[in-house]
T-cell receptor, first 114, second 111 residues
């Protein structure tokens, strides 16, 4: 167990809808990253939050947005869902910004868009 | 796009045998990490090797890194059924806020 939790475990949405996924970091971790993992692929970096500010973003459109709260928990919001958004969404937390680092991943949220 | 590429895509071995998988990457790195994923669940960190290191061990795991060839290998010795999983390499740069993952190697250990 990494101490990182995510909710919900599974979710089914319809194309065009909006979804919010939640992540609770490991205690003491102030940096959270979100990844999208399509079936049969490796995780793709979406964005990172450090002390409630987004400070890094991958190649994802603006309809993917996030928040980090003072307790360092985080949300991933996706608007105008598309079929290709169907994937496993993983959050990962760590302490600080030093490189190199290892990330502690949650179990993921499986999103299906129909 | 993925930075790393694992080879082979899939591997099936008998319990007790060794499993070797390789990772190639494209750009210069600060470090390379290996992660394990069981049945589409979260990833578990296995080992991190820095760009100035050539080999690292952790239990039954041995990782090598050849920065001149931009490649790494992960060796699992004396495999067990519990090692059945997908294995991913991930690279990080000096100023990177992200890890770039490959597509993974799926390892099946037969009892």
């Amino acid at each position: 167990e990494t101490g990182v939790t995510q909710s919900p475990t599974h979710l089914i949405k319809t194309r065009g809808q909006q979804v919010t996924l939640r992540c609770s970091s490991q205690s003491g971790h102030n940096t959270v990253s979100w990844y999208q993992q399509a079936l049969g692929q490796g995780p793709q970096f979406i964005f990172q939050y450090y002390r409630e500010e987004e400070n890094g973003r991958g190649n994802f459109p603006p309809r993917f947005s996030g928040l980090q709260f003072p307790n360092y928990s985080s949300e991933l919001n996706v608007n105008a869902l598309e079929l290709d958004d169907s994937a496993l969404y993983l959050c990962a937390s760590r302490r600080g910004q030093a490189v190199p680092y290892e990330q502690y991943f949650g179990p993921g949220t499986r999103l299906t868009v129909t | 796009s993925q930075q790393g590429e694992e080879d082979p895509q899939a591997l099936s071995i008998q319990e007790g045998e060794n499993a070797t998988m390789n990772c190639s990457y494209k750009t210069s790195i600060n470090n390379l990490q290996w992660y394990r994923q069981n049945s589409g669940r979260g990833l578990v960190h296995l080992i991190l090797i820095r760009s100035n290191e050539r080999e690292k061990h952790s239990g039954r795991l041995r990782v090598t890194l050849d920065t001149s060839k931009k490649s790494s290998s992960l060796l699992i010795t004396a495999s067990r059924a519990a090692d059945t999983a997908s294995y991913f390499c991930a690279t990080g740069g000096s100023n990177d806020y992200k890890l770039s993952f490959g597509a993974g190697t799926t390892v099946t250990v037969r009892a």
